[in-house]
């Protein structure tokens, strides 16, 4: 067999998932998963939901793939870009279904790269720029944990394909949570200047946490109809997390505040979206329909 051929096999060959980081391989995490919208089902909020979750791990993904040279350690870099492309294929997926359910013929890079920041519909919690790493552990813990409950219940999905999302991103996320909330623990309990950056930090991401638990009309609906989850169902697990991390990290409970940012699920974000859809949409808009 030519070399190349032998390599290429190898590299290929994943019926061992434990050779690949987290289990993923290269399996169709939809094969044999049926596609057809549920008739009773509106397409066009099924789509605007599939944005919503998708836009949330698309940004959330580019956000930690910024850190990516700049983490304390390689193995956390290696850790950061894992978790980053474990969002990223969840963007994908969520996309892609969004343009099947609009009939719009609107792929998932189109939907990615070809959209002003008004049409996302992301929180604002996943555009926020990280101040250091304890606000990047923080903020992801907060996400990880919110994301990994929505995504347990959407498991149950009416909608086929969501369920299969949901039942994905479920083993991808319990492994995010444990991540981030390794590090709130070990820098909170820590020396005194991890300790106060720390607390810094858990303090600074709660006015971007009750966004998070605001019911969109859109979620309401469709969670009503068996296909999305309402948020605000997802609040106490939540809080019993947190309050357990920040427990054993010696810090104080987190104290909830009034959800200063909010209007992402309507497009409403700051300047930070602009210069993050600048960076990653660049290559796109400059060679319209490159192919690469």
Same mark, same amino acid.
């Given at each position: ?17 434990? #050779? ?47 850190? *990516? /040279? ?82 347990? #219940?959407?498991? /149950? ?16 996320? /319990? ?8 590090? *709130? *623990? ?75 940012? /909010? ?30």
């Amino acid at each position: 067999m030519p070399f190349d051929a032998a390599a290429y096999e190898a590299l290929t060959d994943h019926e061992d998932d434990a #050779r690949w980081a987290y289990g993923t391989g290269f399996a169709d995490p939809l094969a044999g998963v049926p596609t057809a919208v549920p008739d009773d089902v509106d397409r066009a909020d099924l789509a605007a939901y599939c944005l919503m979750l998708g836009d949330d791990a698309l940004i959330m993904s580019h956000r930690l793939q910024q850190w *990516v /040279t700049r983490a304390p350690e390689l193995e956390d870099e290696l850790a950061i870009a894992n978790i980053g492309l474990d969002l990223l294929g969840q963007a994908r997926l969520l996309l892609t279904r969004a343009g099947e359910a609009e009939g719009r013929d609107r792929d998932e890079d189109a939907l990615a790269y070809l959209r002003e920041p008004a049409e996302f519909r992301n929180v604002r919690l996943a555009e926020r720029a990280d101040a250091d790493f304890a606000h990047l552990v923080a903020r992801l813990l907060v996400f990880a944990t919110w994301r990994l409950a929505l995504l347990d #219940r959407l498991a /149950t999905s009416r909608d086929p394909v969501l369920a299969a999302i949901g039942a994905k991103g479920v083993k991808e996320l /319990t492994y995010h949570r444990e991540y981030a909330a390794g590090w *709130v *623990v070990r820098l909170g309990d820590g020396t005194d200047l991890s300790h106060s950056r720390m607390a810094a930090a858990v303090t600074a991401v709660q006015p971007l946490v009750g966004e998070l638990f605001q019911p969109h009309e859109i979620e309401v609906r469709l969670a009503l109809s068996g296909v999305a989850v309402d948020p605000s169902t997802l609040r106490a697990e939540f809080d019993d997390v947190l309050t357990e991390v920040c427990r054993v990290a010696a810090l104080p409970p987190p104290a909830p505040a009034a959800p200063a940012v /909010t209007g992402g699920r309507d497009g409403q974000h700051g300047d930070e979206l602009g210069a993050i859809l600048a960076e990653m949409q660049g290559l796109a808009r400059d060679v319209p329909g490159g192919v690469w």
